[in-house]
T-cell receptor, first 108, second 114 residues
Framework: GQSLEQPSEVTAVEGAIVQINCTYQ??????LSWYQQHDGGAPTFLSY????GLEETGRFSSFLSRSDSYGYLLLQELQMKDSASYFC?????????FGAGTTVTVRA | EAGVVQSPRYKIIEKKQPVAFWCNPI?????LYWYRQNLGQGPELLIR????????DSQLPKDRFSAERLKGVDSTLKIQPAELGDSAVYLC????????????FGPGTRLLVL
């Protein structure tokens, strides 16, 4: 089965940088996805790392180290609209298994 | 392009009553997923369809849950009878075949069982 760990909450001010770490234990690992979910909303895809290294998409970046079973999502230039829950999800050959999520609160 | 559509958005029922949720995936997406999300948790996969075939239903509580995707497009998830512990958000997602990592979620159905 899969096991994922990520911090439950992070608080930061507008304009700051936040890093959400995700460690995992799994069999059949293909890659790590990240999703954002606003309160009451649908999870939306942010990024995917199938290979080691950094993927950059605008203000968000994601990193994967397969040897360390570790990844992170980096949120830069935080904005109020970034207040949401962020989930890492392990991809095996046919499904995603999600972590419990990290609630990011952005303060003015 | 329309996103994943789900209905109803909210449902309140008494325990032991039946309930059904409907999902219409993004056009052309052959893979459809049903998830359950409890408060403060991530989505948990209940069942996955490839076209009309349920290829993974290992996490579906089959004594009370059932699902169908008869024509390989829209899908229905049913609970009968509902229990208090079934209160959760039921999410539907879709993806093109093979693109497991990039799933498009609907807004979900928030179920409250009293």
């Amino acid at each position: 089965g899969q096991s994922l760990e990520q911090p439950s909450e992070v608080t930061a001010v507008e304009g700051a940088i936040v890093q959400i770490n995700c460690t995992y234990q799994t069999s059949g690992f293909y890659g790590l996805s990240w999703y954002q979910q606003h309160d009451g909303g649908a999870p939306t895809f942010l990024s995917y790392n199938g290979l080691d290294g950094l993927e950059e998409t605008g203000r968000f970046s994601s990193f994967l180290s397969r040897s360390d079973s570790y990844g992170y999502l980096l949120l830069q230039e935080l904005q109020m609209k970034d207040s949401a829950s962020y989930f890492c999800a392990v991809r095996d050959d046919y499904k995603l298994s999600f972590g419990a999520g990290t609630t990011v609160t952005v303060r003015a | 392009e329309a996103g994943v559509v789900q209905s109803p958005r909210y449902k309140i029922i008494e325990k032991k009553q039946p309930v059904a949720f409907w999902c219409n995936p993004i056009s052309g997406h052959n893979t459809l997923y049903w998830y359950r999300q409890n408060l403060g948790q991530g989505p948990e996969l209940l069942i996955r369809y490839e076209n009309e075939e349920a290829v993974d239903d290992s996490q579906l509580p089959k004594d009370r849950f059932s699902a169908e995707r008869l024509k390989g497009v829209d899908s229905t998830l049913k609970i009968q009878p509902a229990e208090l512990g079934d209160s959760a958000v039921y999410l539907c997602a879709s993806s093109p075949s093979g693109l497991v990592e990039t799933q498009y979620f609907g807004p979900g159905t928030r179920l409250l069982v009293l």
